[in-house]
């Protein structure tokens, strides 16, 4: 089988050819077009500017990908698409790009949820059988869920607030770095003290498996003004002008679109924003062991298999939180598998995947396929996010 995949749920164009065989030689082809540039001035991604750059540039990607995997679209035996959740206009414009591509070629269409893109993805480079116990680290989405096969997941806990890349792309603003923040705090945290700075690991003593990031995040706002404020005070010795400067740094930057107008302004040193994002890593790293170390007990509990964890989404691009992940399972004993970075962040391979399980288990092609802003991988779990806000 050879499927032609379609993600645009966010901020990233994507078109990925696939081909059923060895896990090794899989993607034939992946283009992922970055919108980064489109949205900076803006300090985050804006719906409509992102929906129109995605209906631009999809055919692009499609073609790149064919061309690049030397397939035609009469080699093709299906194709999948991004159906939510997302950003709804984006989302929109790929299900119209796969909808009339279907029309034209008469091949069949799986609508794919972008999570369960991210949460099969450790099986589509990996011999990885199911179930296994997966840990969902995103833009958007934390959650621990068991994965029983291509459309069967259990969710064992998850955050209760923000979602870890969602912190690092804050953590970012507050520290003048571009976005998508992630990798950036990485290269920063990587000749950065971790332990100099202390930051609170919230709900970690707490048991289960949930998880909280909103409190790390605004604990990295407070170390950056008492280190820019103790600065300017060694710099200038002007301490009434200081600490009315001081008021000028709101803590509703955190979730204002203000935040983007710091970056210019943030009168930081160096090492002090690496220290920072050393000390807020290696708290991110921390929380994500401890949880996986519990929900890994919750999930042998309920699944005396052998036992296997897997990481995907985003974050777990970062490889000091991959390393951490994997230390703990090496202790526990449980096979650890992570993707390929570049299949850890937004991709179409995954979304190619995720439909070709699908139709390798006889579910799909999906009759009606309309775009979900909001589609939970596990429907009997309330969604935690927003809940109560
Ligand atoms: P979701 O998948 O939850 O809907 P999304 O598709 O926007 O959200 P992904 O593309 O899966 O998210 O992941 C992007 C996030 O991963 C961003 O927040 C980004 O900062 C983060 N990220 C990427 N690389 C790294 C890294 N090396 N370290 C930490 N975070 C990273
Ligand atoms: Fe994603």
């Given at each position: 089988l050879t499927f032609l995949g379609i993600e645009s749920s966010c901020d990233d164009s994507a078109a990925a050819i696939l081909r059923d065989g060895p896990a090794a030689g899989r993607v034939l082809a992946s283009v992922v077009r970055g919108q980064g540039a489109l949205h900076a001035a803006f300090g985050g991604v804006v719906p409509e500017i992102a929906a129109r750059a995605h209906a631009e540039v999809l055919d692009h990607c499609v073609e790149a990908a064919l061309a690049r995997a030397g397939?035609?679209?009469?080699?093709?035996?299906g194709i999948a698409v991004t159906?939510?959740?997302?950003?709804i206009g984006g989302v929109l414009a790929g299900v119209m790009t796969a909808k009339g591509l279907a029309a034209a070629t008469g091949l069949p269409l799986w609508g794919v949820n972008h999570l369960a893109g991210h949460a099969l993805t450790p099986r589509l480079t990996d011999d990885l059988a199911f179930p296994y116990l997966l840990l969902l680290v995103s833009g958007g989405h934390c959650q621990f869920l068991?994965?029983?096969?291509?459309?069967r997941f259990r969710r064992l806990g998850g955050t209760i607030d923000d979602a870890p890349g969602e912190a690092f792309d804050k953590v970012a603003r507050i520290l003048g770095l571009p976005q998508p923040g992630g990798p950036e705090v990485e290269r920063e945290a990587a000749t950065g003290n971790p332990r100099r700075i202390p930051l609170p690991r919230p709900?970690?003593?707490?048991?289960?498996c949930d998880l909280s990031f909103s409190g790390l995040k605004t604990a990295v706002l407070r170390a950056r003004d008492s280190l820019m404020s103790a600065h300017d005070g060694i710099m200038s010795g002007h301490d009434e002008i200081k600490s009315g400067q001081q008021t000028r740094v709101p803590s509703a930057h955190l979730s204002g679109h203000s935040d983007g107008q710091l970056s210019g302004q943030s009168g930081l040193r160096e090492s002090d924003r690496r220290d920072l994002c050393a000390a807020f890593q290696a708290a991110v790293a921390d929380i994500l062991a401890e949880k996986t170390r519990r929900a890994l007990a919750l999930y042998r509990d309920a699944a005396p298999l052998r036992p296997a964890f897997a990481v995907a989404g985003g974050v777990a691009a970062n490889a000091a939180i991959r390393s951490r992940l994997q230390a703990v399972c090496a202790a526990e004993s449980v096979e650890f598998v992570a993707p390929p970075l570049a299949l850890?962040?937004?991709?179409a391979a995954m979304i190619a995947w995720a439909a070709l399980e699908r139709a390798r288990a006889?579910?799909?092609?999906?009759?009606a396929i309309s775009a979900r802003p909001r589609w939970p991988l596990d429907p009997s779990a309330a969604p935690m996010i927003g809940a109560g806000k």
């Open positions: 397939v035609g679209l009469g080699d093709l035996d159906a939510g959740p997302g950003l068991v994965v029983e096969g291509p459309d709900l970690l003593d707490r048991e289960g850890c962040t937004d991709n006889g579910l799909g092609p999906d009759a």
